[in-house]
């Protein structure tokens, strides 16, 4: 399975035991990485901030999201817009730093680390980490060393990892969304059950789909007032409609 680098840009190099690194008000460069980022944004990235924000998922995508350069994968990916004007900063960036820091997205999270992630033949995620290096960072003259345990457990990347990488197993899937008539509606609902949560519900409290999968009792009420139980059905549901894995549990006699 492909493997999925999350970092923003930046020449990259191995990784030591420890590294040094910090990032606060009173290092000279802060925020300046916060400028004309090509940042691509997850689902689980999109459900934090929009849910941090107190937006729904249409109207986050009309107001923060660009298509990102269609040549990065064969799925639609998204990367947040830079405000408008000649120094492009961050939406969320405001003096006293980001707005969003607790939901911040996974990338900035990650940095001034990149990780790349492949899932092997075992089904287990393996992962790599290099550093990000870019000029204009003087976070690594800082005295803080770290591991990279230590730094993922500390800028909260674990569950951030973990949704990811379900993702990934989509994006990366050898199947991709193949080609002929039915491309263009993979393609369309693979936007809507990654971004626009809002949008699934929809979809998946019709009767139809009601009538087609077995759901645990109560699901679709759970579901609806847990965004993250509702992301992991967006997954499973697109394995299953993409690409055939029996990761959803058809009603007697739905498929025939």
């Known amino acids: 399975m492909g493997e999925r680098v999350e970092s923003p840009a930046g020449s990259l190099k191995p990784v030591g035991r420890e590294f ?22 997850t689902p689980y990235d999109i459900l934090r901030l929009k849910k941090a924000l107190g937006m ?3 109207d986050f995508l009309e107001k923060h999201i660009l298509p990102a350069a269609p040549e990065r994968s064969r799925w639609p990916l998204v990367r947040l817009k830079m405000e408008a004007g000649e120094e492009g900063r961050c939406p969320f960036l405001v003096p006293e730093g980001c707005r969003v820091y607790r939901d911040r997205p996974s990338a900035c999270r990650t940095y001034p680390l990149a990780r790349a992630a492949q899932k092997n033949a075992q089904g287990q995620v393996a992962e790599r980490f290099f550093l990000v ?5 003087h976070g690594f003259k800082e005295r803080e060393t770290w591991t990279i345990q230590a730094w ?15 993702w990934m197993e989509i994006l990366t899937h050898p199947q991709g969304p193949g080609e002929g008539p039915q491309t263009k ?11 626009n ?18 759901l645990e009792a109560g699901f679709m009420d ?11 059905l967006a997954f499973d549901w697109m394995k299953f409609s993409f690409f055939g894995e029996p990761t959803m549990k058809l009603k007697e006699g739905a498929g025939g």
Do not use: I
């Not at 290096?133 to 960072?137: D, G, P, R, V």
């Not at 457990?153 to 379900?166: E, F, I, P, T």
């Open 20 to 41: 040094r690194f910090g990032c606060h008000p009173g290092v000279d460069c802060f925020g300046v990485c916060c400028h004309k980022l090509d940042l691509v944004l």
């Open 56 to 58: 729904t998922a249409a």
């Open 133 to 137: 290096e870019e000029a204009h960072c």
């Open 152 to 166: 993922v457990a500390d800028q909260g990347l674990v569950q951030y990892h973990h949704w990811n990488d379900r």
């Open 185 to 195: 509606a993979k393609v369309g609902m693979f936007y809507l059950a990654s971004y």
């Open 197 to 214: 949560l809002d949008r699934f519900l929809e979809f998946v409290s019709t009767p139809k789909f009601g009538s087609l999968f077995e």
């Open 222 to 232: 759970q579901a609806a007032q847990d965004q993250e139980k509702l992301l992991a």
